[in-house]
């Protein structure tokens, strides 16, 4: 089970952080994604992390401005959104699965959600 939080509404250029808690104890067997829907479209990758945090991918429209990180000993994965644009409103969603690294951007390839976490943001 994953647990997201920390979304909320933010000013234009603010910054929030993201958590995303899972239970059990194999979280750390698990790849981890963020994925953003905003209203009246399709849910779209953010970013994903390797199962030790090493190696992460961002899209390119948060790429410099968002972090995503993990401690496996707290099961929870992060996401800092700094320098938010309007256009960065949407739900947020964690996931857990285990793409093959070149298909993590791929919703359907995660085995698990978060019920997700809205960021509005104020222009």
């Known amino acids: 089970q994953l647990q997201a939080s920390g979304g909320g509404l933010v000013q234009a250029g603010g910054s929030l952080r993201l958590s995303c808690a899972a239970s059990?104890?194999?979280?750390?067997?698990?790849?981890m994604g963020w994925f953003r829907q905003a209203p009246g479209k399709e849910r779209d990758f953010v970013g994903a992390i390797s199962w030790s945090g090493g190696s992460t991918v961002y899209a390119d429209s948060v790429k410099g401005r968002f972090t995503i990180s993990r401690d496996n000993a707290k099961n929870t994965v992060y996401l800092q959104v700094n320098s938010l644009k309007p256009e960065d409103a949407a739900v947020y969603y964690c996931?857990?699965?285990?793409?093959?690294?070149?298909?993590?951007?791929?919703?359907?390839?995660?085995?698990?959600w978060g019920q997700g976490t809205p960021v509005t943001v104020s222009s």
């Open positions: 996931a857990a699965g285990n793409p093959p690294w070149g298909l993590v951007k791929s919703p359907n390839r995660y085995d698990y």
């Open positions: 059990g104890s194999t979280f750390s067997s698990y790849r």
